[in-house]
């Protein structure tokens, strides 16, 4: 899902070898990543990569693609080792944040050296990992600060709405209200902490702001440049594992570039941590769980190279594989999950596909046939087709149908209709509850095309239901509408007639009334005593508001109750 | 010699006066022009008549010579009011010309020498000369008079006065090309007259013909078979509809059951939580998923089956750690227009399924997307599962690979690890489409032991998804995926037959 866009020099930099675009193009497919389109831009070639996975934020750069392509081709095995010194640096987490964003996670990353497409994919993924991880900085917001112009230590505090610093962006001090109100960030996350009574803020120990988190750096310490040497982590949120995480992945991420990870002292009202912790996590998996799910004969030793490609540290005992992976995963939940490990390692294209051998017959729903008998049968009067959205308003269902919301008109359509909360647009905001509106929207898109116009649609109709699980239910219906000059109530009843013969049933007509229809022109179907359906002549007012200038009759019915199970 | 019913008629006549002109004997026939034309024609390919064209350019003319010819032209208009007057301002003009006249008149009349042009407090004076005085009929008057009499002059007589070009610079007159054309019997046309047999000719065959047995007596008009018909539209089925039909009978022989279910509205419950998609997932979110304002929630099924759920998500199933959070009933009764397929697999798999079995449906869904050439507010999904004891990896790559083969004709399939949330291995499936190069055909995975043991199932179910949008797009031969749902009714029947 994550997308974003790398440099083939910056990966063969990484991966310490030249290859291809085709050959890249397979490469990707071990970090689980599917490369979406190449360019060249100022002499260099770029890559789009789209990465499947939305559990694997340590495949969302090109440090971490990088990394997996140098285990899947065994230049490296195993467990991938970072050494993590302590710093002598420590966060103390103010207790007034517990209701506002509680936790925060933080490391030290020294001796880098970024050049500007490394500076690139540090903020592609401190974004990407707090775009989509992180949920929209809800869950994870991270901040990455110039280390050496921060006088530790540092504090993770509640701030008052009305102190003042300068934000990114801006070249005069702002207050965190004013922030919230002015600032582009403020105004796209803002809610996330609006009316708590602090907004948390990120501040060193003479006082200087780092960062109002999960909103803005500051200007002084929140910019890395390709000077920047020594870096401050910063990650913030709702789950202590989640910012820990995240913490891990960008850290990692840094430590391929060449940096010396060190560690932070956190100091909570309650409990204190040493973050981050790179500490691998551990699963114990069957190997003959492995072999009959994947289908390939592997041995174990087989297996055991294919996870070392896939950085794991594996031991082998009594037909199980004990693993360590790495602590930027959490992704690992069940045997299944280190199964695809195992398949991505061997290649999906390396299998040979085979058909399953089943002994099974196929069939089809019976009311399906049905419904498609009836579709064959109005095509023989020369009807076309249409297929209409389910989709609509109640505008269209009622008002342009001269009808008031509320009213049941025999079911035909019923009172009332299914409407969305959160729709696109007011266009789409309900789902039909008969067909004849959409039908009439088809003939008003098509008044400068040749005339007749005679069509016919077999779709649903969602009515409310409050007996059922869903407590609404989809009828399947037929609506007829024949738009040509001088057609009438009678040449709609031919067809229904016709129908009615060939479906094998008894029906009537009686006279109703309905606004949508030319009085005494109009009347419901009813069969075995039961109503399934009107017919009549659409009334002028009701084409006027369609801005339809022909006469149209048509007809509009439940198939369920024509439904007769077949013997065959 | 075959002749048509035209063709007899006109030589019979054509006998009778043996040269003609064409109108006469168009008069004669009582034919229309066209009919007698290609009588004619057809006549003289058979050299039994000879049509003469003589080509003839003429002049006649135009709306503003036929004016002048009543009128007089502006110079003679001007001149009679000089030698009434003796003298005149332009201004004064103007009581027998028109605007676009006097512009011109000036230069006319210097040209002529019939008046002299001065100055007099800023106006222009013209006087009448001796030349205007005596001035009488020029080539020019002759030639007009000529053509007001005659109406069409050939080019020879008008130019012995005046040549053409002078004529159409004053917009006099206008050239034309005059045919005149003449028909006349050959002497084979002679000898063969006396012998044909002329028949009533009709166009229609009636019953009243066939039931008399006069049809032996008449000629059928012959038909030029050639000729362009009008466009005429049949009652044809939906051409996506059609297609979405094909696909479904195929799947059936493949060995498919096909699944459907009462209502497109769905519970969040089977639409995520039974495919062990955690409660704050990112698909789940507001802008993702629909929601309905009425009515908001529906039941959650059978005690038992959601308590499995439940605790799949919570704390994990057949080996899983689970997702680790409070699962909140509530949330699983929401009610949602249906976003997936899959949502049937989970359905029917708690429902109970024939083991081995293969399954599939084609649903309508609904994603909260904007309607453009590329996206769709609702569409339709086919997807299924196939489930057995034995079943892997393999096998789903088997599966995906015969869909390429059997659905879009491919030769050449690649695969590409992917992601479901209710699926581990995942797979995505590219299929080499002889026109279309390689298009992401499908996806498919196993579903999550999570999932499936939850549902009551402990064999392997591999789940798959074909996205047929683009072959569809292609077979129908538009690039706008709004064309899937056409309300454009000259399209739908211009759309070429589905099979």
């Known amino acids: ?568 | 010699m075959e002749l048509s019913y035209g063709e007899k008629l006109t030589l019979i006549k054509l006998n009778g006066l043996k040269k003609v002109k064409f109108e006469e004997l168009v008069k004669e026939t009582g034919l229309e022009q066209v009919a007698v034309m290609r009588a004619v024609l057809g006549l003289q390919a058979k050299e039994l008549a000879k049509l003469h064209e003589r080509s003839e350019k003429v002049v006649k003319l135009t709306e503003t010579g036929k004016k002048y010819a009543e009128i007089g032209l502006p110079e003679w208009r001007a001149l009679r009011l000089l030698r009434e007057r003796g003298k005149v301002t332009l201004d004064d003009l103007r009581e027998v010309l028109s605007d676009d006249e006097l512009k011109p008149i000036v230069g006319l009349l210097r040209k002529e020498g019939w008046a002299n042009v001065r100055k007099e407090d800023g106006k222009l004076i013209l006087e009448i000369t001796e030349k205007g005085l005596k001035a009488g009929e020029r080539p020019i008057d002759k030639a007009l008079k000529l053509l007001a009499e005659k109406g069409v002059v050939p080019v020879k007589e008008i130019e012995k006065l005046v040549p053409v070009k002078e004529l159409k610079r004053r917009k006099i007159g206008e050239e034309e090309t005059l045919t005149e054309r003449e028909v006349e019997i050959t002497p084979e046309g002679e000898k063969l007259a006396p012998k044909v047999e002329l028949k009533r000719e009709v166009s229609v065959l009636t019953p009243e013909l066939i039931k008399s047995g006069k049809w032996r007596e008449v000629e059928f008009r012959k038909f030029d078979i050639k000729a362009p018909v009008r466009r005429i539209y049949p009652g044809k089925k939906q051409p996506y509809r059609a297609f979405l039909d094909k696909i479904r009978r195929r799947l059936i022989e493949m060995g498919f059951i096909e699944m459907t279910v009462d209502s497109l509205i769905e519970t969040q419950f089977w639409n995520f939580d039974a495919l062990f998609q955690p409660q704050n997932h990112p698909a789940r979110e507001w802008t993702d998923t629909y929601q309905l304002k009425y009515p908001k929630s529906g039941f959650l099924p059978e005690d038992e089956l959601v308590e499995r759920v439940k605790t799949a998500h919570e704390r994990g199933l057949a080996g899983s750690r689970g997702w680790g959070y409070v699962w909140s009933p509530e949330r699983a009764m929401l009610l949602m227009p249906r976003a997936h397929g899959t949502a049937l697999d989970a359905r029917q798999l708690a429902k109970g399924v024939e083991i081995p079995g293969k399954y599939f449906t084609i649903q309508r869904v609904f994603r909260p997307d904007v309607l453009d050439r590329t996206h769709l507010i609702e569409f339709n999904q086919i997807d299924g599962f196939v489930v057995g004891e034995e079943l892997n990896f393999r096998h789903l790559l088997g599966i995906l690979k015969r869909f390429a083969v059997e659905i879009a004709g491919a030769k050449k399939v690649k695969f590409l690890p992917d992601y479901y949330p209710f699926t581990e291995p995942s797979v995505q499936m590219s299929a080499y489409h002889p026109e279309l190069g390689w298009v992401e055909f499908g996806g498919a995975g196993i579903f999550r032991e999570e999932m499936t043991r939850a549902l009551g199932i402990d064999v392997p179910v591999i789940a798959w998804g074909i996205g047929i949008d683009r072959l569809a797009m292609f077979k129908l031969g538009i690039d706008d995926i709004r064309y899937l749902f056409s309300y454009d009714l000259r399209w739908l029947r211009e759309a070429k037959l589905v099979w």
């Open chain 1, 1 to 568: 899902m994550p997308k974003f866009d790398v440099s083939k020099r910056d990966l063969e930099r990484l991966v310490g070898k030249e290859f291809t675009v085709e050959e890249w193009e397979d490469l990707f497919l071990y970090a689980k990543c599917e490369l979406d389109d190449v360019w060249e831009e100022n002499g260099e070639i770029y890559f789009k990569a789209d990465s499947k996975d939305t559990n694997r934020p340590d495949l969302w750069s090109a440090e971490g693609i990088a990394r997996q392509i140098r285990w899947a081709l065994g230049f490296q095995r195993g467990l991938p080792k970072y050494e993590v010194e302590k710093s002598d640096v420590t966060v103390y987490v103010d207790e007034r944040l517990k209701d506002i964003r509680p936790y925060g996670v933080y490391a030290v990353v020294e001796g880098l050296k970024l050049d500007e497409e490394a500076l690139k994919q540090m903020i592609n993924l401190q974004e990407k990992v707090a775009l989509t991880f992180g949920r929209r900085r809800r869950e994870v917001a991270i901040g990455i600060f110039d280390f050496d112009k921060v006088k530790p230590p540092i504090y993770y505090r509640a701030g008052k709405k009305t102190e003042r610093f300068v934000p990114l962006g801006f070249e005069e001090e702002l207050t965190l209200e004013e922030i919230l109100e002015k600032h582009e960030k403020g105004k796209e996350y803002g809610h996330l902490i609006k009316d708590r009574p602090y907004y948390p803020l990120l501040v060193d120990s003479e006082g200087k702001v780092l960062s109002m988190p999960p909103i803005i750096n500051s200007k002084t310490t929140g910019r890395v440049t390709t000077e920047t040497r020594n870096v401050f982590v910063d990650v913030t949120g709702w789950d202590l594992n989640k910012v820990m995480l995240a913490l891990n992945v960008v850290v990692t991420a840094l430590a391929e570039r060449g940096g010396k990870i060190r560690s932070v002292k956190v100091v909570y009202p309650d409990f204190e941590i040493e973050t981050p912790d790179l500490t691998p996590k551990s699963f114990e998996v069957e190997l003959d769980y492995i072999r009959k799910l994947a289908g390939l004969e592997l041995s174990d030793g087989e297996i055991k190279d294919l996870l070392e490609r896939m950085m794991y540290d594996v031991t082998l005992e009594d037909g199980k594989a004990k693993l360590l992976y790495p602590a930027f995963r959490d992704d690992i939940m069940h045997a299944r999950d280190v199964l695809e490990d195992v398949l991505i390692a061997y290649g999906y294209n390396e299998i040979e596909p085979e058909e399953p051998k089943l002994a099974v017959q196929g069939r089809g729903d019976k009311f399906v046939e049905f419904e498609d008998a009836v579709r064959e049968l109005m095509v023989g009067f020369g009807l076309q087709e249409v297929m209409t959205f389910n989709l609509t308003n109640r505008e269209a269902q009622y008002d342009r149908m001269n009808l008031e919301y509320g009213r049941d008109y025999f079911n035909n359509p019923p009172a009332e209709l299914v409407e969305i909360e959160n729709p696109i647009s007011p266009k789409w905001s309900a789902l039909r509850n008969w067909l004849l509106p959409s039908l009439l929207d088809f003939l008003s898109q098509n008044t400068h095309e040749e005339y007749p116009q005679r069509l016919f649609e077999v779709g649903k109709a969602t009515l409310i239901d409050e007996g059922r699980e869903t407590k609404t239910v989809s009828e399947s219906k037929l609506t007829v509408v024949l738009a040509q000059p001088r057609v009438t109530f009678t040449d709609a009843k031919e067809i229904l007639d016709s129908v009615m013969r060939h479906l094998d049933f008894e029906y009537e007509v009686e006279e109703v009334e309905h606004p949508s229809f030319i009085p005494g022109r109009v009347g419901r179907i009813i069969v075995n005593g039961q109503t399934i359906g009107v017919i009549g002549e659409i009334h002028p007012s009701v084409l006027e508001k369609w801005g339809i200038e022909m006469p149209v009759a048509g007809f509009e019915l439940f198939l369920r109750p024509l439904y007769t199970e077949p013997y065959l």
